[in-house]
């Protein structure tokens, strides 16, 4: 059984930071892709930021400059850190990893962090 965990969401005004972190634990015998999204009231859950594997990133336009993901493969862990919040950053924030397992491949969510930016 595979569980995503994250933490690191709260309250942060304007041009403030955060760091998310999302510990994976369980039967996992590879991991190829870990990555976060959001969601954001009224609207569907869209990538923020993966990264593979290998090391190769991808960020949404919105976030770039502004995010960075990074990840610690043999901790099975991955983070987000974001700076220059701005209002339309707040969302729920989901950690997503790819991973293979005993059973087979599995795509793994979290269960969320909120992440409110607001003065």
């Known amino acids: 059984q595979v569980q995503l965990v994250e933490s690191g969401g709260g309250l942060v005004q304007p041009g403030g930071s955060l760091r998310l972190s999302c510990a994976a634990s369980?039967?996992?015998?590879?991991?190829?892709?870990m990555g976060w999204f959001r969601q954001a009231p009224g609207k569907r859950r869209e990538l923020v930021a993966t990264i593979t594997s290998d090391g190769n990133f991808n960020y949404a336009d919105s976030v770039k400059g502004r995010f960075t993901i990074s990840r610690d493969l043999a901790k099975k862990m991955v983070y987000l850190q974001m700076n220059s919040l701005k209002p339309e950053d707040t969302a729920v924030y989901y950690c997503?990893?790819?991973?293979?397992?005993?059973?087979?491949?599995?795509?793994?969510w979290g269960q969320g962090t909120q992440v409110t930016v607001s003065s």
């Open positions: 369980g039967s996992i015998l590879k991991i190829y892709l």
């Open positions: 997503n990893v790819d991973l293979l397992e005993r059973t087979g491949v599995l795509n793994s």
